[in-house]
C-alpha cells in the first residue's frame, strides 16, 4: 500500500458545483497534514493546513479523519479558475517523512 | 517578493554532461530542499538541508550532489547525467523543520538525451 493515495481524476465538474476530493495515508502516526495546488507547468502551492477539528477557507474545506486515516477537500461553488491538480500532503515526522500524493486532477467547466 | 528562485528553468544534457541547478531564497528561511517531480509520482526528496551548513540525503540522492552556499542558496549538481534525471525539478525552502509547509520555487525542466 503506498503512504499516501489519491484518485488521479479527472474530475469534470460544470462552475457552481460541489466537488470533495480524499487522500488516504497509511501511517497512524502521521502528524500535519496540508492541501496543495499545481497549476499545469507551474509548482505546488499550499492552499490549506488540515486541522484535527476541520478548516475553512472561503470555499474551501479541510478535514481529517484520523480513524480511516484519510483527509479531504471540499471545494463549494466551483469556479474555471479551480481547474488544477490538488496534492495532499502527510508529514510523518522529520524530514524525510513528508509525503506527497501523486494529485488529484479538477477541470471545472463553463 | 521574489520568495524562492531557480535557474535555469529549462536545460537539455546529453547523457555523461554535468550541470548544476541554482537556488535562491529570500525569505530568510532556515531549511532548503531539491525534489523531483516525474509522472505518476508524487514529488520526492532528493537531498535537504536542515540549516546552513548541514545536507543530508532524501529518498533519491543517487546521481546527484548538493551545497548549501550560505543561508539564501542551495545549489543542485548532476555530476554524469543519465535518461533518468529527465524531470521536473523544484528547490523549496521553510521556516524551520519540514513539517510539510513548503514554498516552492517555479522549477526546471531538465532533458537528458
Known amino acids: 500500500r503506498k503512504e499516501v493515495e489519491q484518485d488521479p481524476g479527472p474530475f469534470n465538474v460544470p462552475e457552481g458545483a460541489t466537488v470533495a476530493f480524499n487522500c488516504t495515508y497509511s501511517?497512524?502516526?502521521?502528524?500535519?497534514f496540508f492541501w496543495y495546488r499545481q497549476d499545469c507547468r507551474k509548482e505546488p502551492k499550499l492552499l490549506m493546513s488540515?486541522?484535527?477539528s476541520g478548516n475553512e477557507d472561503g470555499r474551501f474545506t479541510a478535514q481529517l479523519n484520523r480513524a480511516s486515516q484519510y483527509i479531504s477537500l471540499l471545494i463549494r461553488d466551483s469556479k474555471l479558475s479551480d481547474s488544477a491538480t490538488y496534492l495532499c500532503?502527510?508529514?510523518?515526522?522529520?524530514?524525510?517523512?513528508?509525503?506527497f500524493g501523486t494529485g488529484t486532477k479538477l477541470q471545472v467547466i463553463p | 517578493n521574489a520568495g524562492v528562485t531557480q535557474t535555469p528553468k529549462f536545460q537539455v544534457l546529453k547523457t555523461g554532461q554535468s550541470m548544476t541547478l541554482q537556488c535562491a531564497q529570500d525569505?530568510?528561511?532556515?531549511?532548503m530542499y531539491w525534489y523531483r517531480q516525474d509522472p505518476g509520482m508524487g514529488l520526492r526528496l532528493i537531498y535537504y538541508?536542515?540549516?546552513?551548513?548541514?545536507?543530508d540525503k532524501g529518498e533519491v540522492p543517487n546521481g546527484y550532489n548538493v551545497s548549501r552556499l550560505n543561508k539564501r542558496e542551495f545549489s543542485l549538481r548532476l555530476e554524469s547525467a543519465a535518461p533518468s534525471q529527465t524531470s521536473v525539478y523544484f528547490c523549496?525552502?521553510?521556516?524551520?523543520?519540514?513539517?510539510?509547509?513548503?514554498?516552492f520555487g517555479e522549477g526546471s525542466r531538465l532533458t537528458v538525451l
Open positions: 525569505m530568510n528561511h532556515n531549511s
Open positions: 500532503v502527510v508529514n510523518s515526522g522529520g524530514y524525510q517523512k513528508v509525503t
Open positions: 523549496a525552502s521553510s521556516v524551520g523543520r519540514n513539517t510539510g509547509e513548503l514554498f
Open positions: 538541508s536542515a540549516s546552513e551548513g548541514t545536507t
Open positions: 488540515v486541522y484535527s
Open positions: 501511517n497512524s502516526a502521521s502528524q500535519s
